[in-house]
């Protein structure tokens, strides 16, 4: 998204174009889809109980804290309304693991599980493992140090269901999160990093909400951008936008689609009636006008150097790379709309 606000900021320098920005938010589907019959979840942890092995302060490995993942997994997921009920376990189903090794749940333990539990299926925390590398920097045009410690966590979840002899699915999620501090001296700022415990108490929260869309559909937000100039309709049109009028915004720009048989301001026209047609949930036609800008851009001036991604040297080369990222995120949508309307069959109300 930062790359697309600085083609139109670019845009707006090289140009005197009217462009405006507004922001929408939108649905899309989970990687998991579950049966409408599954309405009650547990969340267990079935971490095995692993002693750290890193010392504060030094680069190395730490093991996460499954009973606190489990604790954020299922708020995670009771926040979002999308089960009927969460219900959580998080004793250590492995405290008793001699190996200390993560060892996923047996058919006998599922049945019993969800039977005690009486929930439908279960996500069991089966392992977090920490990654952490600790950096101090020097600066002493600042007259002081920066620190920091990033984290990669790496977590396991497994789904399962009492009815299946193997589970659903295994998620193994990745994403980081640091903590970073500045003091006089090297010394001092050593002293103001989190310490071990605090590490693996917050990336355990942390690990705990990664799933949350690879197993429920999630919100995303995204910028749009309409172009305002050129003509009474275009103006015309913005004005309706202020009032949430989509269809005589859409109406106005077709004038001007219809009247521009090539050149710069029919791609601009096709370019905002594919933003119309989404806000009116029409897919379909905002991906075919997004795509038909997309054409008439890279028709305006052929630059191979665009299709490598090397340069921005045009006006018309940031048209093509903008229609491009809408492009993608329309067919994104497009393309995970019959999976997201399955997914969301449990809910009478209209999404």
Known sequence: MKRAVYILSILLLVSCQSIEQLSIDYLLPADVSFPNSLRRIGIVNNCPDKPSNQQHGLSGHLFGNGKLAAEALAEAIANENYFDEVIICDSALQANNAYKQATMLNNAEIQELTALMDVDFLIAVEEINIE???????????????????????????????????????????????????????????????????????????????????????????????????????????????????????????????????????????????????????????????TEAQRIAYELEHIKEIEKQQALTSESALYYLECTRLVNELKVRKDGMMLLKAQMQRFETDF
């Open 132 to 290: 952490t590398k600790q950096e101090i920097t020097n600066m002493p045009d600042w007259g002081g140090c920066y620190a920091i410690i990033q984290s990669v966590v790496l977590p396991k979840f497994t789904i399962y269901l009492p009815n299946r002899q193997k589970p659903l699915v295994s998620l193994q999620p990745r994403d980081s999160i640091f903590w970073d501090r500045i003091a006089q001296t090297e010394k001092a700022v050593i002293k103001l990093l989190p310490s071990d415990s605090l590490i693996i108490a917050e990336a355990s929260a942390f690990a705990g909400e990664m799933p949350l869309k690879h197993i429920l559909p999630y919100w995303k937000t995204s910028n749009r951008y309409y172009f305002t100039n050129g003509n009474v309709a275009m103006r015309d049109a913005a004005i309706y936008i202020k009032e949430n009028n989509w269809p005589e915004a859409v109406n106005q720009w077709k004038q001007v689609y219809d009247n521009k048989k090539k050149g710069k301001k029919r791609m601009q026209a096709a370019y905002n009636l594919a933003l119309g047609y989404e806000m009116m949930d029409d897919l379909q036609k905002a991906y075919e006008f997004a």
